[in-house]
């Protein structure tokens, strides 16, 4: 047997052969298997700079959120029909009927019953059967409900903890919605009140004018609100006066009068502008006006007194109403103010009689008006941000984006103010009882990985159909992904590395196809150079450990250009991509202020030591068809015919 | 020049190689091929007997078996039917890797074509037959260099392929076929492919082995002023002795 050493001598002098043919080889398969060492590296580098950034933000959170399943999709209709239940709101109705035209007798002011919606009504599918009136305005159907199923606790936590820690739940956690009181409003005053007041003629635009902020609001625990913080929560003081909140980014763009970005702005020019944004958001107090259902009623009828008293300008018959109103500054959050008062000592009488019999019933008659300050703690996704898409970007944005958080207050900042009661009227939370004592908890569980909260929502959850039935039956929860697409992010890597470990077999195959040419013909070519080397003593292993080692120095070769390249090409991917996606990134995870890159360089090892397993073994398949049948062959025949 | 060796000469049992007496011995040897699904004689009952240190030319017009038997004796082929003794080893009987030995350490090959690698320079080229002897490096270098110097190729050893000419090539073939010190050169054509003054040149070469090394040279040729530097001729036609 020859030693390594000469076999190594030997096996060299076959790279010098055939130069032209062995550097196209080298090229071409270094220049394949270059490709996948470079895709292996911009998505482990995408990836890993992904994770790293998800870190800082709610997408690396498997969060489900839960509620109750409602099997029975004709429960409030069954509930509502209860024959009991309507007598019994028939003989308190009666009652109260009754108490109220003897109450009107005594005050003297009129009242018939035509003026009191009962507490039932006739059904629309059958004219014959009665339900209760669940809007019932005296109340009757509420405290009929709370009454009989106030006591029934309409969710078992306990029970969601045993079946989710099944699934390895690692938090369970909550947040809380609340809502401005029923028939009340919550608005930013406009800048422009003259204008407000001529543009609004009826209650509805008077309400609409809270569109900036919502009426709802959420208390949320910092396992969801911390990723949305702005640095020092924005300098919130409990002792300030203000509601802390974290506000969608469109919303504190109208609140600061900034113009929106045009729709395909660069992903530069949207962080730049999130920046300014957090910027300005970060001193960012505001006020908002609460106004009560009393007080927007008076707006209304002062609007509407205005209307008619314009309308009869020069109406020498028409007589003015005894009080007229005056519209408040539209800037102080005020009510409006009796401008003149001509009646008489008995209608002012007859007004108070009727403001106690309807305060006696329970009809708000004071206006209440008062401006609540809010601060802004944090930034959220706009609630417009996930849209269709109309570019790649875009699909990315929302891919990486979060959702469902929109405005919310953080529960522990809310924990530190010292007098809650200053938001007793925009916090408020009125459950319907048609399931129990339903409370104002959206439920969250999260899970350690995307695998574990996918096994949870398909073997506990059910989904609602059509016919509001929720299938498959007989599952205690509908559950979904909350605010993240993490599960999807997971999803997606686990598919890139599928598809990467299918392209290693194509190129595997194309590789072997252009080295078996390459190492084939070499050896096939060397048939006449065998024979010699038979003919002057080598045995067969002398012959194919110098052709092992020439495969062996060309696979590593090719390897080595392979890396090169590869290193190469993800350095140049990296230079031209890595700075668009560090800024597709931050704004799609929300522009949390991550000074964290993406960077397209990332080291798999595992993937890069089989890509380069692969080339050596490319080489070997190549190599040892042509090599079995050249030893075996006659070397006289081969020495005569090379 | 030295000629002890580096590892055990093959042998068998039964014959030993005593100066003066045979070194190869065929006996009756046949050679049989299919050529496109005809069988060829190439041989046919040929014996033939040649001592250590003689020059034998085997001379016949192509086609004659001539090659065919320098081949069998030199045990890169095997009979079809006939025996065939080198310094006492009978060829048919050796396995693959033990003929293998045989050629490495017994015989020395020279070729029409020269047959040296052409990205190997002079040195490399006459190491390539001392690599599977497992020669020590040193010991390769100074024989390298004595055959060199032997052949009068001592400045040529950094030399290509390329760069030489044919009787240079031809005269490097046999410093590779010297380098194991072999009991027999077996040469087939080696003066086909050579000028008049190259050929005299190898022939003395071959004349030299047999006389300072004891080597036993077996030639085939057509040309007749090599065969007459020849100790004996032996006649082939139609694959049988003539």
């Given at each position: 047997m020859i030693t390594l050493r000469d076999s190594m001598v030997l096996a060299v002098t076959k790279l010098r052969t055939r130069k032209v043919r062995t550097i196209i080889t080298i090229l071409l398969a270094s220049m394949l298997f270059g490709l996948l060492i470079t895709a292996s590296m911009v998505t482990t580098?995408?990836?890993?700079?992904?994770?790293?950034?998800?870190?800082?933000?709610?997408?690396?959170?498997?969060?489900?959120?839960?509620?109750?399943?409602?099997?029975?999709?004709?429960?409030?209709?069954?509930?509502?029909?209860?024959?009991?239940?309507?007598?019994?709101?028939?003989?308190?109705?009666?009652?109260?009927?009754?108490?109220?035209?003897?109450?009107?007798?005594?005050?003297?002011?009129?009242?018939?019953?035509?003026?009191?919606?009962?507490?039932?009504?006739?059904?629309?599918?059958?004219?014959?059967?009665?339900?209760?009136?669940?809007?019932?305005?005296?109340?009757?159907?509420?405290?009929?409900?709370?009454?009989?199923?106030?006591?029934?606790?309409?969710?078992?936590?306990?029970q969601l903890h045993s079946i989710a820690d099944r699934y390895h739940a690692t938090a369970f956690f909550y947040s809380q919605s609340y809502s401005v009181k029923q028939g009340s409003s919550l608005a930013v005053l406009p800048?422009?009140?003259?204008?407000?007041?001529?543009?609004?003629?009826?209650?509805?635009?008077?309400?609409?004018?809270?569109?900036?902020?919502?009426?709802?609001?959420?208390?949320?625990?910092?396992?969801?609100?911390?990723?949305?913080?702005?640095?020092?929560?924005?300098?919130?003081?409990?002792?300030?006066?203000?509601?802390?909140?974290?506000?969608?980014?469109?919303?504190?763009?109208?609140?600061?009068?900034?113009?929106?970005?045009?729709?395909?702005?660069?992903?530069?020019?949207?962080?730049?502008?999130?920046?300014?944004?957090?910027?300005?958001?970060?001193?960012?107090?505001?006020?908002?006006?609460?106004?009560?259902?009393?007080?927007?009623?008076?707006?209304?009828?002062?609007?509407?007194?205005?209307?008619?008293?314009?309308?009869?300008?020069?109406?020498?018959?028409?007589?003015?109403?005894?009080?007229?109103?005056?519209?408040?500054?539209?800037?102080?959050?005020?009510?409006?103010?009796?401008?003149?008062?001509?009646?008489?000592?008995?209608?002012?009488?007859?007004?108070?009689?009727?403001?106690?019999?309807?305060?006696?019933?329970?009809?708000?008659?004071?206006?209440?008006?008062?401006?609540?300050?809010?601060?802004?703690?944090?930034?959220?996704?706009?609630?417009?941000?996930?849209?269709?898409?109309?570019?790649?970007?875009?699909?990315?944005?929302?891919?990486?984006?979060?959702?469902?958080?929109?405005?919310?207050?953080?529960?522990?900042?809310?924990?530190?103010?010292?007098?809650?009661?200053?938001?007793?009227?925009?916090?408020?939370?009125?459950?319907?009882?048609?399931?129990?004592?339903?409370?104002?908890?959206?439920?969250?569980?999260?899970?350690?990985?995307?695998?574990?909260?996918?096994?949870?929502?398909?073997?506990?959850?059910?989904?609602?159909?059509?016919?509001?039935?929720?299938?498959?039956?007989?599952?205690?929860?509908?559950?979904?992904?909350?605010?993240?697409?993490?599960?999807?992010?997971?999803?997606?890597?686990?598919?890139?590395?599928?598809?990467?470990?299918?392209?290693?077999v194509g190129a595997v195959v194309l590789a072997v196809i252009i080295m078996w040419i390459t190492?084939?013909?070499?050896?096939?070519?060397?048939?006449?150079?065998?024979?010699?080397?038979?003919?002057?003593?080598?045995?067969?292993?002398?012959?194919?450990?110098?052709?092992?080692?020439?495969?062996?120095?060309?696979?590593?070769?090719?390897?080595?250009?392979?890396?090169?390249?590869?290193s190469v090409g993800s350095v140049i991917v990296n230079h031209i991509y890595a700075h668009e996606l560090t800024t597709q990134a931050r704004y799609g995870f929300g522009g949390l202020g991550t000074a964290k890159q993406i960077t397209l360089i990332g080291m798999n090892s595992w993937q890069i030591g089989m890509v380069l397993f692969v080339c050596?073994?490319?080489?070997?398949?190549?190599?040892?068809?042509?090599?079995?049948?050249?030893?075996?062959?006659?070397?006289?025949?081969?020495?005569?015919?090379g | 020049m030295d000629r002890s060796r580096n590892t055990k000469p093959i042998r068998t049992q039964e014959a030993s190689s005593i100066e003066g007496e045979d070194i190869l011995s065929v006996q009756n040897i046949s050679k049989t091929y299919k050529l496109s699904g005809n069988k060829v004689t190439a041989l046919n009952g040929v014996s033939l007997q040649i001592k250590r240190g003689e020059f034998v030319a085997i001379i016949g017009p192509s086609g004659s078996g001539k090659s065919t038997l320098l081949q069998l004796m030199g045990g890169l082929d095997k009979p079809t039917s006939g025996t065939i003794v080198v310094d006492g080893t009978r060829l048919e009987s050796l396995s693959d890797r033990r003929l293998s030995r045989f050629r490495n350490q017994t015989v020395g090959f020279v070729f029409q074509f020269f047959y040296l690698q052409p990205f190997l320079n002079l040195s490399r080229n006459i190491e390539v037959a001392a690599m599977p002897s497992r020669m020590k490096k040193g010991e390769r270098k100074k024989r390298i260099a004595q055959l060199a110097q032997r052949v009068g190729l001592a400045d040529r050893l950094t030399h290509y392929p390329r760069e030489l000419s044919g009787g240079q090539l031809q005269r490097a073939a046999i410093a590779r076929a010297l380098i194991n010190n072999p009991h027999i050169i077996i040469a087939d054509e080696p003066t086909g492919n050579l000028d008049s003054q190259n050929t005299q040149e190898v022939v003395d070469l071959f004349r030299q082995a047999c006389r300072e090394l004891n080597t036993t040279v077996v030639i085939a040729t057509h040309d007749p002023m090599v065969a007459s530097k020849a100790d004996r001729t032996v006649i082939l036609k139609d694959g049988a002795l003539a």
């Open positions: 580098g995408v990836f890993d700079s992904i994770d790293n950034i998800r870190k800082d933000g709610l997408t690396s959170q498997y969060i489900v959120t839960v509620s109750k399943a409602r099997n029975d999709p004709l429960a409030v209709q069954k509930l509502l029909r209860d024959p009991v239940l309507v007598d019994e709101a028939k003989q308190r109705y009666t009652a109260l009927v009754k108490k109220k035209t003897s109450e009107a007798e005594r005050l003297g002011i009129s009242y018939t019953q035509a003026s009191d919606l009962p507490p039932y009504m006739q059904t629309s599918d059958d004219a014959s059967t009665i339900r209760l009136n669940i809007n019932d305005p005296n109340g009757i159907v509420y405290n009929l409900l709370a009454q009989k199923y106030g006591g029934q606790p309409a969710f078992n936590d306990a800048k422009d009140g003259e204008k407000f007041y001529n543009q609004t003629d009826s209650m509805s635009n008077i309400s609409s004018q809270d569109s900036i902020i919502k009426s709802q609001f959420t208390i949320s625990p910092s396992n969801i609100t911390d990723y949305f913080m702005l640095p020092n929560d924005a300098g919130w003081q409990p002792s300030s006066g203000a509601l802390p909140i974290i506000l969608p980014k469109d919303t504190v763009e109208q609140l600061l009068g900034l113009p929106q970005l045009a729709d395909m702005a660069t992903t530069t020019e949207k962080l730049n502008y999130l920046n300014v944004l957090r910027d300005k958001a970060e001193t960012l107090t505001f006020s908002a006006c609460y106004r009560n259902s009393a007080s927007l009623n008076s707006i209304q009828q002062t609007l509407q007194q205005q209307k008619e008293i314009a309308a009869h300008a020069n109406d020498a018959t028409y007589k003015k109403p005894p009080v007229i109103y005056g519209l408040p500054d539209p800037f102080a959050c005020q009510s409006p103010f009796i401008k003149t008062d001509t009646r008489t000592i008995t209608e002012k009488q007859a007004d108070e009689n009727q403001k106690q019999f309807d305060q006696e019933f329970g009809k708000n008659t004071t206006p209440i008006s008062y401006f609540v300050k809010f601060k802004v703690v944090g930034l959220s996704p706009s609630t417009q941000e996930v849209k269709q898409s109309r570019s790649l970007n875009d699909v990315i944005d929302n891919l990486l984006a979060t959702t469902g958080i929109e405005q919310a207050i953080p529960k522990n900042l809310y924990d530190q103010i010292p007098d809650k009661s200053r938001y007793n009227d925009i916090l408020t939370y009125t459950p319907l009882y048609l399931f129990g004592s339903e409370d104002n908890k959206q439920r969250y569980v999260e899970f350690a990985t995307a695998s574990d909260a996918s096994r949870f929502i398909d073997q506990q959850s059910c989904v609602t159909q059509y016919d509001n039935s929720c299938k498959p039956t007989g599952r205690l929860y509908q559950a979904s992904l909350a605010f993240s697409n993490s599960v999807a992010l997971d999803d997606i890597r686990s598919k890139a590395t599928s598809i990467f470990q299918y392209s290693v190492i084939g013909r070499t050896i096939v070519d060397g048939r006449r150079e065998t024979a010699v080397f038979r003919a002057i003593g080598f045995k067969r292993g002398d012959v194919a450990l110098v052709y092992v080692l020439y495969t062996i120095s060309l696979s590593l070769l090719i390897a080595a250009v392979a890396l090169l390249l590869g050596v073994t490319a080489g070997f398949l190549s190599m040892l068809p042509p090599l079995f049948r050249n030893v075996r062959r006659n070397p006289i025949r081969d020495m005569r015919e | -």
